[in-house]
């Protein structure tokens, strides 16, 4: 099933104990674009700049992105998003974010998109998720993404963008943050409490993601509990994007699956899927890793996850 994405299409400086790197192509519409390019047809939606080349058009085209959804506004300035992380990757510091071309964006999804029957919402203002949203009514499966800074400035717009999606995936303590909830399975069954109001689109998610960094993601659904470790890798560059990337490998991999149901069984296998989309773009810059990964090399990577994490349940008689 096709895949319509909006979100930030961005220029990313980030730097991070082992280098650094201006302007490279970032955004969190491109890294979701680029992995779940992997599973089936993906159409990007999001504003740009001048500034915004050919160049950066093409690591998308090459993939075979459908970029027609990306508009191009004259005199704008692309998104940018200044990083830096800490010496454990697992603290990362905003220096700046400058909205550029999405201050004043209103989205107006073209006809192809219009035809998907999965969305992303990616990470972005909430108001422009919604109404996104409002523009695929019948979509079959709605998965949504979105930051702390939403939380602290738009939280009740983003309470909102959440009741009208399938999934949400956040990091672990956005979950907290956004629930209010300390314990995160608490938070998880928060928002899956959550329902649209009538008229409105959607059913309320029935699943939750909770990103959990180096130490891998939860599945979390009214009637069930999955958890995978990440990929265990020796040498981590650059974690920008992994949420992303983790959300395309999910997206994608129930997109490939048209005619089945959503069901824990497939979500599992596409949280390995997600978790090692994510695995490879940590590996360099930015979406250099992604650029060149091979499809033969995600296969075997999920294969080994699958050793890595199967254990049996041998019976032993404990001692009282
Ligand atoms: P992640 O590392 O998965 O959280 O995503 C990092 C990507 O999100 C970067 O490529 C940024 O361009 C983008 N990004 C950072 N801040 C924002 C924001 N406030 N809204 C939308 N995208 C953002």
Redesign the pocket.
């Known amino acids: 099933m096709p895949i319509t994405v909006v979100?930030?299409i961005?220029f990313?400086t980030v730097k991070t104990p082992f280098g650094e790197r201006e302007r490279m192509l970032?955004?969190?519409a491109?890294?979701f674009s680029l992995a779940a390019s992997f599973f089936d047809d993906v159409r990007v939606v999001g504003p740009v700049g001048d500034d915004f080349g050919d160049e950066q058009i093409e690591v998308m085209t090459r993939r075979g992105v459908d970029v027609s959804g990306i508009e191009r506004v004259a005199g704008g300035k692309t998104?940018f998003?200044h990083?830096e992380y800490g010496w454990d990757l697992n603290s990362r510091e905003?220096l700046d974010?400058q909205l550029g071309v999405f201050e004043g964006f209103q989205p107006k999804l073209p006809g192809s998109a219009r035809a998907s029957d999965v969305l992303f919402l990616?990470?972005?203002?909430p108001d422009l998720q919604r109404e996104v949203r409002a523009q695929l009514p019948d979509a079959r499966f709605v998965a949504l993404?979105s930051?702390n800074?939403?939380i602290d400035i738009a939280r009740d717009s983003l309470v909102a963008a959440i009741e009208g999606v399938d999934c949400v995936i956040l990091n672990d303590a956005e979950l907290r943050q956004l629930t209010g909830k300390p314990n995160l399975l608490g938070a998880a069954r928060e928002v899956l409490s959550w329902k649209p109001p009538a008229g409105a689109p959607g059913r309320g998610p029935s699943m939750v993601v909770a990103k959990q960094g180096e130490y891998g993601a939860a599945l979390i659904t009214p009637e069930s509990f999955f958890a995978l470790p990440a990929y265990p890798l020796e040498t981590v560059i650059d974690?920008?994007?992994?949420?992303?990337?983790f959300a395309g490998g999910l997206v994608g991999y129930v997109a490939a699956h048209p005619g089945e149901e959503l069901s824990d069984e497939l979500m599992r296998r596409a949280m390995a899927h997600a978790t090692v989309l994510a695995s490879f773009n940590v590996e360099e810059f930015?979406t250099e890793r992604i650029e060149r990964l091979e499809a033969r090399e995600i296969a075997a990577r999920v294969e080994q996850l699958q050793a890595m994490t199967h254990f049996s349940a041998a019976p032993l008689a404990l001692r009282d």
Not at 122 to 125: K, L, R, V
Not at 239 to 245: H, K, S, Y
């Open positions: 979100g930030s961005a990313d970032g955004g969190a491109v890294h998104f998003w990083g905003t974010t990616a990470n972005i203002q993404d930051m800074l939403w974690p920008t994007g992994a949420g992303d990337t930015g």
